[in-house]
């Protein structure tokens, strides 16, 4: 699926579901719980947040029908609002650091356990996502590239760390019926700790659980034939991977996403960690009367090992022994395999066509692609009356001071563009200090909060990162009544629009006036007229500034309902729009039949509070003369107004901006 505000702002009223609470979220890659206090795009969150990646189909060989593809965004939704409610286990790196022949395999092995908890949880507080998660996996698991059968890899230690994945995510591995007699003998051996550590809620126990699946692991490990890892990043493609995740793969320390990182979560003393789970001896997984009963699910009815290995054993006495007790579990893993469906490892009821996608989600999906189209009618209806504009002849003449072939040539206009972009140059080059675990400078403030007793806070080093590019869309609204000076009006344009390009912002463009009947000037309502300059989805063209003239009353309340319109669906981390007008307003809201409240000030005043409720941002930009003008700050709020010389118009709204870039 494709980002949208529509899509956004449904997972968050579903974040309300899965976690009590609203989350905020942000689209992104990987998904990934960020907790607050940490660093997201260079930028410390101060809430809760969750990256959500769209884009589902690119992990799957099948193409997806759009309901499909959302049943996907919304189990990884869950999964990631999961780590936000469990507190994450502690820290990977001491636990691969006690596997020093085969680092990178333990520390998949970790990864792939918590993992089988955290969806096990969501899914049990949430039946309705068993058949969800079974319907993801099967998915997953037709795309034989990145989920390959085990008995088509050669190297020992990836067919082992991807058959414990596949078997942990589905129940089986595929291939499982026709590989080596070892692998089939170490799978069935840990498989029961995969299934163990799914109810398993103490963080302790869990790792234990790893140890034992690790100690089985070095059994049939080749010695210091540890996981090879790839160049470059699976998510990336820059930095060194550092750990292996169950669904990325190979990731760097940075897109590895929140419980999987080698450092996350609280550090782990050598007590917890151990427990006597390092001893040479397997801790094995003895389930609780309460635990047996209810291991009694679908997966667990096949019948006895039906399986007949032609193949010879190649296994020592004690793994022999020990698979020996499990005959169960290769019979399953084969029957698994031979129908290839996951849903009895998640507890499907037999009842339920898991495959399917139920009316909820297919309603949620219409609904959000209906909100999309509506915003992009809009928009295009816009566009082709800026054509209409054209064709009519209704817009400047190439002899008129404001015509863009006269503006771009001016002076202004030079000092202008090379003052800016000598400003925004540096800025968007320019380093800032975020709080990190490792740096070059102590961060005083979170070392005094550890000392006094605060042993999460571990971020005791300052590091520096790069301003984060642009998730933002400013738009600029503007006043092209008669009184206002249109040339420095469609200077100050020109000068944002290529400032946010500069940043990696998105830009919106729209100006209005009072208009005839006969004039085509992008969205008329009554007698109200809303020009396009510029749409989010397009690049500024200084030819379209010359297809709205300047000339009548001023309709605030229509203009800035129709930016607001255009700005809301966008899939923008935050939405700015600043207003331009030069005094009160004198056009009523809407056409005949859609008024308001009959007085333009108030018209206007309601429309800037609906868009607040939309989380978008109204500035307004006062550049008339009267110093006793109270309806601006009627409308916007005494915070939200600024006053401004026409002749510093273009400045001034630089200056707006670059206060909006928190640097």
Known sequence: ?????????????????????????????????????????????????VVINPSVQEQFSTALSGPAEFRCITNTLSHELEHIRESELTSKAEFMQEYNTHPQFAGAVINILEDQYIDFRRTQRFPGLRGTQAFVIDKLLGNDDRWPPIDDIEEPSKAMIEGLRQVAFAGYAKGISKADRWIRDFLSQVRPYLKRVRREPSQQQRVEFAHSVMKIAQEYLPENDDIKLPEKCAVCKKLKPQIITPVLGPVCDECAPTGHGKNDGRRTTNKEASNGCRENSITEPQPTDEQKDVEQTQEDTVGGNKHNDKNQANSSPSQRERAQKRPGELARMDDLDLNQDSAAWWNVPDQVNHQTVNEEDITRYNKIQSEKRRNQSLEVEMRKNRQKSSELNQGLSPNDLEHSTNLQKSKEWRYLREEHRRSFKKLTSRDMSIPSRKGSRVNLSNLVQQTAGDKSQDKLYNKKQRVARGDRVVAVSADFSASMDGKRVRLAIAAISEATDMVGDKFLATCWRDVNDSTAYGCNRGSSGIGLVCGVAEQFQWSNLDEFQSG??????????????????????????????????????????????????????????????????????????????TSMNDIFGDDNVISASMENLAEELIRIYRQQLRV
């Open 1 to 49: 699926m494709e980002e949208s505000n529509p899509l956004r702002t449904t997972l968050e009223s579903l974040t309300r579901v899965y976690h009590h609470e609203k989350i905020s979220v942000r689209f992104g890659s990987p998904s990934r719980a960020v907790p607050a206090g940490h660093s997201l795009n260079g930028e410390e969150v101060t809430e809760p947040t």
């Open 552 to 629: 009548g009353g001023t309709p605030t309340a229509d203009g800035v309902d129709v930016t607001a319109q255009l700005i809301k669906n966008t899939s923008a981390r935050e939405k700015l729009i600043i207003v331009i007008t030069d005094g009160q307003p004198n056009t009523e809201y809407g056409k005949k039949g859609e008024e308001l409240t009959g007085d333009p000030t108030t018209d206007a005043a309601q429309v800037v509070r609906d868009a607040k409720v939309e989380n978008i941002k109204i500035i307004g930009l006062y550049v008339g003369k009267d110093i006793n003008n």
